[in-house]
């Protein structure tokens, strides 16, 4: 079946400009993760969703970042007036609800580059 | 404050060698877990460990849980180029946190 999908795959913008980055995760998973990846680093968890309610933020950087999740599927994450330091890969995960192995199904993120 | 530590950070080894890498905390973890990211992907799920003094084989890695369910540890032998990637470790706190580690970066030449 189809994994998770992210979109665009690389985003390169002006600083000061507004970005949207999107998710699609797999179908019937009810649990979404955002992270931020720096090069060769590991990840910096950003917000989790479960459903369409966040129920930990504490990981956004800033009031910069939003992010929103409609219908139990897509999300949507939103860095307004970007600045150099944004740039990254940016990873979206899912996975389903309940069970024990806890197991995150990733995309292939999204390259940002601000300029 | 990094809540694991990977050791090595960057390891390059010539095909054939074996090989350790280690995560390490002061707390303790329900569960742990070990991904592989290959340049442009997202991490893969290797393994989760969940008892203390757990051992897990998978072909050539065998992986192992502490005792006191604080560490573990990747061995990997015989690696192979395809063995190549960013190992990522991944303690789990909650039914839906995991605390993550920096990685490490292994490079195996041919």
């Known amino acids: 079946g189809a994994g998770v999908s992210q979109s665009p795959s690389n985003k390169v913008t002006e600083k000061g400009k507004d970005v949207e980055l999107r998710c699609d995760p797999i179908?019937?998973?009810?649990?979404l993760y955002w992270y931020r990846q720096s090069l060769g680093q590991g990840l910096e968890f950003l917000i989790y969703?479960?459903?369409?309610?966040?129920?930990?933020k504490s990981g956004l950087p800033s009031d910069r970042f939003s992010a929103e999740r409609t219908g139990g599927s897509v999300s949507t994450l939103t860095i307004q007036r970007t600045q150099q330091e944004d740039s990254a890969v940016y990873l979206c995960?899912?996975?389903?609800?309940?069970?024990?192995?806890?197991?995150?199904?990733f995309g292939p993120g999204t390259r940002l580059t601000v300029t | 404050t990094q809540l694991l530590e990977q050791s090595p950070q960057f390891l390059s080894i010539q095909e054939g060698e074996n090989l350790t890498v280690y995560c390490n905390s002061s707390?303790?973890?329900?569960?742990l877990q070990w991904y592989r990211q290959e340049p442009g992907e997202g991490p893969v799920l290797l393994v989760t460990v969940v008892t203390g003094g757990e051992v897990k084989k998978l072909k050539r890695l065998t992986f192992q849980f502490g005792d006191a369910r604080k560490d573990s540890s990747l061995h990997i032998t015989a690696a192979q180029p395809g063995d190549t990637g960013l190992y990522l470790c991944?303690?789990?706190?909650?039914?839906?946190?995991?605390?993550w580690g920096a990685g490490t970066k292994l490079i195996i030449k041919p």
């Open positions: 995960a899912s996975s389903a609800a309940g069970g024990n192995s806890y197991e995150q199904y």
């Open positions: 179908s019937g998973h009810t649990a």
């Open positions: 707390s303790v973890f329900s569960s």
């Open positions: 991944a303690g789990v706190r909650s039914n839906y946190q995991l605390i």
């Open positions: 969703f479960q459903g369409n309610s966040a129920p930990d």
